[in-house]
């Protein structure tokens, strides 16, 4: 039986931790303190119950009520002695996450990330900073492996913490840093339950996993040109209301939105292309069907719902009680910082124009009142400010040297 190491414990943390427990794994869950605590309800009982439709190809299921073997705000116990460890944790936490975890880490150890989000490229940056060669093998996903939300959680009566799965990934893009131990992270990925119904899906390199996040290129259109309502949203009369969830797939995608998003994209192809390295194909017509990437997903390459159909809540993911979506949500203040500046990072190594990132980036950094690029990731974030296009690419493939 595979121990397995579940760093964080939102929404994606909490179906990973299930999930593996439920397939049969030792299962241990780490929390920060210091960040928002959301296993305080689960600290002495470890019990979370997976629940939700599971869609997926393979009318896969699995459902139920696990107990983990532990939960803690120790990360030595949490990581020592286990085979793999899964992080799910949002990007700008990595650098805090990766200081603490990189000493730790003990040799043929595998660490998956969900989604990257360019975080191998950081572990493997803080461990190179460390003087650290252990051997593990680490793995970057391009998403997480559902649609997942965590709707109760901190519930000191029942104990229980409660997560809801709409749907299972039918294939995954990941790659591992390097692409070189790819096939001996593929012989051992069958120990990890949570992978059970998906199939992996090889990229080509880590910039290809973080170029097909596509949260990024679904969530920042849909947020941005849809400002007004979101912050007028059951405020002012006949725009939403105050009991019903906004939800940027259900009310804030139309026909206008999806070509932005395919714009976007384009700008994301471009930069592949100029690096000589593939990412995800995504179809134009694909993001002209109100759940866009999401339906195809859930029901198929073949599916789209046009725009003339409203998007049916009762299979979507619930909102928590009294929760609402605002500006400064993750869809922006993760995407933008950490997806839009990244790119366009990548971007003027290769000298390609990205005028639909920069204008999301730009608009988002007015209404927010910041400046993502400034403070988000970049080339040296990611340890490669130094390197050329081509080397940069040879190091993700091979694991070749840096120049320092």
Known sequence: MAIITIIGAGNGAHALAADCKLGGAEVRMYEFT????????????????????????????????????????????????????????????????????????????????FPDNFGSLILRRIMREKGLDTKVIISGYSSLVYGARLTEYNN??????????????????????????????????????????????????????????????????????????????????????????????????????????YAFYLDQLAIAKAFGVDMCHIEEDVLQSRMGLIGQMMFGEDFRLPFSEPLDQNTWLPAPKGAR??????????????????????????????????????????MMETDYCENGYDLKTFGLEKMTAEEMVEYMRTGSKLID
């Not at 470890?46 to 190809?57: A, S, T």
């Not at 893009?173 to 593929?186: E, G, I, K, W």
């Not at 995407?335 to 003027?348: E, N």
């Open 156 to 261: 000191m009566e029942t104990e229980t913490d409660v997560v809801n799965v709409m749907y299972r990934e039918n294939e995954i893009r990941v790659d591992t840093l390097p692409s070189s131990d790819f096939n001996a992270y593929l012989a051992i990925k069958e120990e990890i339950p949570a992978l059970d119904a998906t199939t992996l899906i090889q990229g080509d390199t880590v910039l290809d996993i973080g170029l097909s996040n596509v949260n990024v290129l679904l969530h920042v259109p849909a947020v941005v040109l849809n400002a007004g309502t979101i912050e007028n949203w059951g405020i002012i009369p006949h725009v939403g209301s105050r009991d019903a969830f906004y939800d940027i797939y259900a009310h804030g995608v139309s026909p206008s939105v999806g070509r932005v998003q």
């Open 34 to 113: 210091r960040f928002n605590n959301k296993v305080k309800g689960i600290l002495n009982s470890r019990r979370i119950r997976f629940e939700g439709i599971e869609k997926n190809h393979e009318n896969f299921k699995r459902n139920g009520t696990a107990v983990l073997d532990m939960v803690t705000y120790d990360m030595k116990e949490a990581v020592t002695g286990a085979d793999h460890i899964l992080i799910s944790v949002q990007a700008q936490g990595f650098e805090a996450v990766f200081n603490e975890l990189a000493p730790l880490l003990e040799d043929g150890q595998t660490v998956s990330i």
């Open 325 to 366: 979506f605002t500006m400064d949500s993750r869809y922006i203040t993760e995407d933008v910082p950490v997806g839009c500046s990244a790119a366009i990072s990548f971007a003027s190594v290769v000298q390609v124009k990205t005028p639909v990132i920069d204008a999301m980036t730009n608009l988002s950094n007015i």
